[in-house]
C-alpha cells in the first residue's frame, strides 16, 4: 500500500506484507544487499540485476574505506547516470547505499528496501545518508532521499528477537513524538507492530521531513529519546543497541519532561515502559559516563556563556506534541537518576 503523501515529496513510501517486483526500477538498476537478507530476497523470486553485491554487514563496516569498491563496482557494470542502486538490508546498509548514491557521478537515484524494523520505521526514511567517522557515527553524509522505499513486513520473519525489540522504540518514539499515549500503550505490546503502525510512523515521519528537511526545526523533535540515548549507546561501549538506547532515553526524556513541568504522566505509564526496558539495566552506564558525551553531543544547540554547551532537548507530553527546550546536559542528571531508579524497582509490573 503506498502511502499518500504531499506533492513535492521526494521518496514514494510502499507498506507491504511481501515484496512486489513490480516496485522495483524500471530502468537500468544494481543492487547492494545485507548478505544476512539474501536468501530472503531470492526466496521471495525478487530478480538480481548484474553486479548485485551482498556484503556482511555490522556497524564497524559502516565507513568511507567499504564504499569505494562499491563505486568501483558500479562503475565497471557499468551503471549511469540513469541507472539506480537498489539498496535491499538495514539502516546500517540503506545509509552506506544511499551515501554511495550520493557519490557516484554526483548523485544517481537509489530505492531503500529496508529489512530491519529500525530501518523500515526511521533509519530507511528522511534523506540522511552517512558513514561513520574514528570521530564519531555518521560524521560523513548527505542528504539524499530514495526515490522509493518499500517496508516489507516479510523480511522480519528472520529478523532476530533482540533487533525487532529495538526497532520498535523508534515506533514508540514517534508515539510520544504525537503525544498519543493510547498508541504508545499499544506499542508496549510485545511481538511484531501492526501494519497500521508502520503506516502511521511512516506517514508522521514523511511529513516532518517534508516540512524540515534539513533538520532547521521541526525535524529534531525526532530526535526525542536519542540525546540521552545516543550518550548511553556509545558509553555503553555500544552493549546497548540504537533503539535500545532510544527506548531507555525516551524513559528519561518522560522523566525530564514531568520535572519541567510538562506531565504528569498516567499513573503507571513510566513503570509499564520501565518493565520492558528492565532486562537492560546491566548495560545502562553511570551518570557519569554519560556527561561528557552529552556535553560534546553533535547536536549541541550553542556554547553556553561559561563555555559551557546547551542541547536542543526533546520533551514529550501526554496528550500533546513534543516540545523543544535549550537545557544544560546537567539538567540529565535528574532524569537518568529517575530512569535508573524505574528500572531498579522490582515491584513494577513485568
Ligand atoms: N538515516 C537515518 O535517518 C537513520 C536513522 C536511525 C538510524 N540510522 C542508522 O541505522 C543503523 C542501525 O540500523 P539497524 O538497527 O537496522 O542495524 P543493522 O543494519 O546493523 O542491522 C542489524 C543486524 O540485522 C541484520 N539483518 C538485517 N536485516 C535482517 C533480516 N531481515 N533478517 C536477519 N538479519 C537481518 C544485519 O546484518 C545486522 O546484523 C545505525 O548505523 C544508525 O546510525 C540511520
Ligand atoms: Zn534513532
Known amino acids: 500500500m503506498e502511502i499518500a503523501l504531499p506533492e513535492g515529496f521526494p521518496t514514494r513510501v510502499f507498506v507491504e506484507e511481501e515484496p512486489l517486483p513490480g516496485l522495483l526500477p524500471a530502468g537500468p538498476w544494481t543492487l547492494v544487499g545485507d548478505a544476512a537478507v539474501r536468501d530472503a530476497w531470492r526466496a521471495a523470486g525478487l530478480p538480481e540485476p548484474p553486479g548485485a553485491l551482498w556484503v556482511p554487514v555490522s556497524e564497524a563496516s559502516k565507513r568511507l574505506s567499504t564504499l569505494i569498491p562499491w563505486l568501483e563496482a558500479w562503475a565497471a557494470i557499468p551503471l549511469d547516470r540513469q541507472g539506480t542502486v537498489v539498496a535491499v538490508g538495514g539502516g546500517v546498509l540503506t545509509d552506506m547505499a544511499g ?146 538506547a532510544v527506548g531507555l532515553g525516551t524513559l528519561a526524556a518522560c522523566a525530564l519532561a514531568e520535572s519541567e513541568g510538562l506531565g504528569p504522566f498516567p499513573p503507571g505509564f513510566l513503570a509499564r515502559t520501565a518493565s520492558r526496558l528492565r532486562h537492560l539495566l546491566p548495560a545502562v552506564p553511570p551518570w557519569e559516563a554519560c556527561l561528557p558525551l552529552l556535553r560534546v553531543d553533535k547536536k549541541s544547540a550553542s556554547r553556553g556563556p561559561a563555555g559551557g554547551s546547551a542541547i536542543h532537548c526533546i520533551l514529550p507530553r501526554p496528550g500533546a506534541r513534543a516540545e523543544q527546550k535549550v537545557l544544560p546536559p546537567e539538567a540529565w542528571r535528574g532524569a537518568h537518576a529517575r530512569m535508573t531508579t524505574f528500572l531498579n524497582d522490582p515491584e513494577m509490573p513485568t
Not at 113 to 118: A, D, E, K, Q, Y
Not at 126 to 149: I, Q, R, V
Not at 186 to 212: C, F, M, T
Open 99 to 244: 551515501l554511495g548514491a550520493a557519490l557516484y557521478m554526483r548523485g544517481i537515484p537509489w530505492q531503500a528496501w529496508p529489512t530491519t524494523l529500525l530501518a523500515q520505521v526511521d533509519a530507511g526514511l528522511g534523506g540522511k545518508t552517512a558513514c561513520d567517522l574514528e570521530a564519531g557515527k555518521n560524521l560523513a553524509g548527505a542528504f539524499h532521499p530514495p526515490s522509493t522505499f518499500v517496508a516489507c513486513r516479510s523480511f522480519l520473519g528472520t529478523l532476530p528477537p533482540r533487533q525487532l525489540e529495538s526497532g520498535a522504540w523508534e515506533l514508540f518514539k514517534m508515539a510520544l513524538v504525537e503525544g498519543d499515549l493510547a498508541w504508545a500503550e499499544e506499542l508496549l505490546a510485545p511481538g511484531l507492530p501492526s501494519p497500521e503502525s508502520l503506516l502511521r510512523a511512516l506517514r508522521a515521519k514523511a511529513l516532518v521531513v517534508h516540512r524540515d528537511p534539513l533538520e532547521a526545526g521541526e525535524r529534531r523533535l525526532l530526535n526525542l529519546g536519542h540525546t540521552l540515548g545516543h550518550a548511553l549507546e556509545s558509553a555503553s561501549g555500544y552493549r546497548l543497541l540504537h533503539g535500545e
